[in-house]
């Protein structure tokens, strides 16, 4: 059995989350990609070795020789192209965030639990064994009854045109780089909170360059979640857990395969753990496989994507700036 991956959209990210780890997962083959001109997409298949090149999405969705799509194209598109895809019969592995706001992700999560396909969010990071350790922790009791989660991820994106910052496609740093962190938040923290407060630096009057929010969740624990783009914590990748006996923090729990660093203290006890280096996209690629293939199920579904944009959603209002919009 093997698994038909098209590629909507010639995204800087489609090399890097599975052109390359396809090329180490042998039930799946990157089949095709389509960009908004041929020239683009026949220029994406040259230099990545895709076989296929369509000169539009629909052509694209309408290849009975692929069986998934992968969806980077920007977060504001994310929602109708997903749903675009069920209805041509596709699987779909979508990057984060998952759409636009929380009413579009339960559209989608809608259409695809009509559906037989499998609707996977592309948070990566949540298939390498760095996080489902720390998971393992935290639900183990080591810690103690939770206290504090706290998660960040910062880094600088100078270039201010770039589409990240543009309201009209959904951009704004809680979108981009705060998706991941509240995603933490809610794995690492077992539950998903509710936004006490949120604070804003803004780059134009509706979209953020960083934002700050604290966080209580239903069992009474709380939380922080930090993200920027462009403000003094230039880059930041990183997650705490306090409990009533101990805690652990975790550097770079996002890409752990560039470094990283897990260090659980209990009492008097310190330990550091250490895991493979293999890339986080690989991990996730296994996991989509997976769930089309043997029907196994995901850890990012449609579902879980409503939870962590409902949190997005919050924090914009909590922030006194627009949610977002689809495109």
């Avoid at 998934?68 to 965030?97: D, F, I, M, Q, S």
């Avoid at 999560?109 to 609707?119: F, Y």
């Avoid at 395969?257 to 493979?276: I, N």
Wanted: aromatic residues 6%; hydrophobic residues 45%; charged residues 20%.
């Amino acid at each position: 059995m093997s698994l038909r991956i098209g590629i909507l959209g010639a995204a800087r990210i489609a090399p890097a989350a599975l052109v390359k780890p396809a090329a180490s997962v042998p039930s799946v083959s990157v089949a095709a990609v389509a960009a908004r001109s041929a020239e683009r997409a026949q220029a994406f298949a040259t230099r990545h070795g895709v076989p296929r090149v369509h000169s539009s999405y629909e052509a694209l969705l309408a290849d009975p020789d692929i069986d998934a799509v992968y969806n980077p194209l920007p977060n504001g598109l994310h929602g109708r192209w997903t749903r675009a895809a069920l209805a041509a019969g596709k699987h779909v592995l979508c990057e984060k965030p998952f759409t636009a706001n929380a009413a579009e992700a339960r559209e989608v999560a809608r259409a695809a639990a009509a559906s037989d396909r499998v609707v996977m969010e592309a948070f990566h990071y949540r298939y390498h064994p760095l996080a489902l350790r720390v998971e393992e922790i935290v639900a183990s009791g080591e810690l103690g009854a939770l206290e504090r989660v706290e998660t960040a991820l910062c880094f600088p994106l100078p270039k201010f045109s770039d589409i990240r910052y543009d309201y009209g496609l959904a951009g704004g740093a809680t979108m981009d780089a705060g998706c991941y962190a509240v995603h933490m938040a809610r794995v690492f923290g077992g539950e998903t909170p509710s936004v006490v407060s949120a604070s804003a630096k803004l780059r134009s009057p509706r979209v953020d360059r960083a934002m700050t929010a604290e966080l209580r969740f239903p069992s009474g624990h709380t939380g922080r979640v930090e993200c920027s783009m462009w403000s003094s914590s230039l880059l930041k990748i990183s997650a705490k857990v306090v409990g009533s006996r101990g805690s652990l923090s975790v550097v770079n729990p996002v890409a752990p395969q560039a470094y990283h660093r897990l260090s659980v203290r209990v009492g008097d006890a310190r330990r550091t753990e250490k895991f493979p280096r293999r890339a986080t996209y690989a991990y996730q690629l296994d996991a989509f496989a997976a769930a089309v293939l043997r029907g196994e199920p995901v850890k990012t579904s449609a579902a879980d994507a409503v939870e962590t944009m409902t949190v997005i959603d919050e924090i914009y209002r909590a922030a006194g700036l627009p949610v977002r919009e689809p495109s």
